[in-house]
């Protein structure tokens, strides 16, 4: 079993930067690729951005260049930054880890982006 605590979401004006992080625990072993995705009110959930073990990283087009993906394998902890946030940044990021032909996924953090 694993479990995915995230934490960092919240209030933010656009163009201001938040910082979310994601604890991936149990029964987990390397390789498995770690990432968020986002869910907007009535839209599908979409990828935001992913990093395998080995460090290659994936990224939605409209994040790119204001969004940075990190993880810290010695603690199974992947990190997202995001900067310059837009209003339609808004919605819950959910961790993910995909491990053994499975999906993971946290319960999800509320970002959003307000004047």
């Known amino acids: 079993q694993v479990q995915l605590v995230e934490s960092g979401g919240g209030l933010v004006q656009p163009g201001g930067s938040l910082r979310l992080s994601c604890v991936a625990s149990g029964s987990i072993f390397s390789p498995y690729s770690m990432g968020w995705y986002r869910q907007a009110p009535g839209k599908q959930r979409e990828l935001v951005a992913t990093k395998t073990s080995g460090g290659s990283s994936n990224y939605a087009d409209s994040v790119k260049g204001r969004f940075a993906i990190s993880r810290d394998n010695a603690k199974n902890t992947v990190y997202l930054q995001m900067n310059s946030l837009k209003f339609e940044d808004t919605a819950v990021y959910y961790c993910?880890?995909?491990?053994?032909?499975?999906?993971?996924w946290g319960q999800g953090t509320q970002v959003t982006v307000s004047s």
């Open positions: 993910n880890v995909a491990w053994m032909g499975r999906n993971y």
